[in-house]
């Protein structure tokens, strides 16, 4: 099915809490379509303007599976999506790469070979995330592995599993704390990619507890707080000193937490 309506109607079956998983695959098969078929494709497009956008983070992400999944360059799709929100694109791609090809981007710590720029980073926060599932949520492990990579890419990859331990969950409250204390430095990338789950949640609906536990945890906010302050931090939100401004928001939401810490 791939009329926007319908197709919602269908996924809005599945049960609240992984709601959003079903949004991803289905966004990954409507990106497959629409660059498969020999005529232009607007399946996604249509999509994000109608049932989609509440589930906008998500559908971003699983645009970047497919794009992984395909001989495509992958830079020159990102003008089909979101200005903003289209960086998720590469986080989606970066996931895929660390989950399905672990031993070389995960062990050997290979670089994209087809991202240059900014797009680089926002391929570590993806990676970062399928560090979670990768490494089965043992704080320990996680922070081993993220420790082996280069320094300059650990942020991102920090900023990664906070998402993914925020939306997915599946650990009790003493290793969401042993995961902040192994973060170290980097405390306010977990805690900054908590805050983008909890939003992502709370624009589609489906909140949970798990995600509730984990800003607590990681953002020292309860999961509403955390998503305001993604939104707060939009205000006149632009590029800044060659960094795009999806950047400037992860450097803004990261700052007002260290403050809220102090």
């Given amino acids: 099915e791939t009329r926007p309506w319908p197709l919602a109607q269908a996924l809005e079956a599945v049960a609240p809490e992984g709601r959003g998983f079903a949004y991803e695959g289905a966004a990954m098969a409507l990106t497959l379509l629409d660059l498969l078929t020999p005529w232009p494709g607007q399946r996604l497009s249509a999509f994000l303007a109608g049932p989609g956008d509440a589930h906008a983070y998500m559908v971003h992400v699983g645009a970047g599976?497919?794009?992984?999944?395909?001989?495509?360059?992958?830079?020159?799709?990102?003008?089909?999506?979101?200005?903003?929100?289209?960086?998720?694109?590469?986080?989606?791609?970066?996931?895929?790469?660390?989950?399905?090809?672990?031993?070389?981007?995960?062990?050997?710590h290979e670089p994209p070979r087809r991202l240059s720029g900014y797009?680089?980073?926002?391929?570590?926060?993806?990676?970062?995330?399928?560090?979670?599932?990768?490494?089965?949520?043992?704080?320990?492990?996680?922070?081993?592995?993220?420790?082996?990579?280069?320094?300059?890419?650990?942020?991102?990859?920090?900023?990664?599993?906070?998402?993914?331990?925020?939306?997915?969950?599946?650990?009790?409250?003493?290793?969401?704390?042993?995961?902040?204390?192994?973060?170290?430095?980097?405390?306010?990338?977990?805690?900054?990619?908590?805050?983008?789950?909890?939003?992502?949640?709370?624009?589609?609906?489906?909140?949970?507890a798990h995600t509730e536990l984990a800003c607590r945890v990681l953002c020292r906010l309860g999961s509403g707080p955390a998503a305001a302050l993604t939104d707060e931090t939009l205000v006149d939100l632009a590029a800044e000193g060659g960094d795009p401004a999806y950047e400037v928001w992860r450097r803004r939401i990261q700052q007002?937490?260290?403050s809220a810490w102090a």
């Fill in 119 to 208: 797009a680089q980073r926002a391929f570590d926060q993806g990676l970062g995330r399928s560090l979670w599932f990768v490494c089965g949520a043992e704080p320990q492990r996680v922070a081993a592995t993220v420790q082996g990579f280069p320094p300059g890419r650990r942020s991102d990859l920090w900023a990664g599993l906070g998402l993914a331990a925020a939306y997915a969950g599946g650990v009790p409250e003493a290793d969401l704390l042993a995961l902040r204390g192994l973060a170290g430095p980097y405390a306010p990338e977990l805690a900054q990619g908590a805050a983008f789950a909890a939003k992502a949640r709370e624009r589609a609906g489906n909140p949970t």
């Fill in 65 to 108: 599976w497919a794009l992984a999944r395909l001989p495509r360059r992958v830079m020159a799709n990102l003008h089909r999506f979101d200005p903003l929100l289209g960086w998720l694109v590469l986080d989606g791609y970066g996931f895929h790469q660390g989950y399905f090809h672990a031993a070389r981007f995960v062990a050997a």
């Fill in 256 to 258: 007002q937490l260290i």
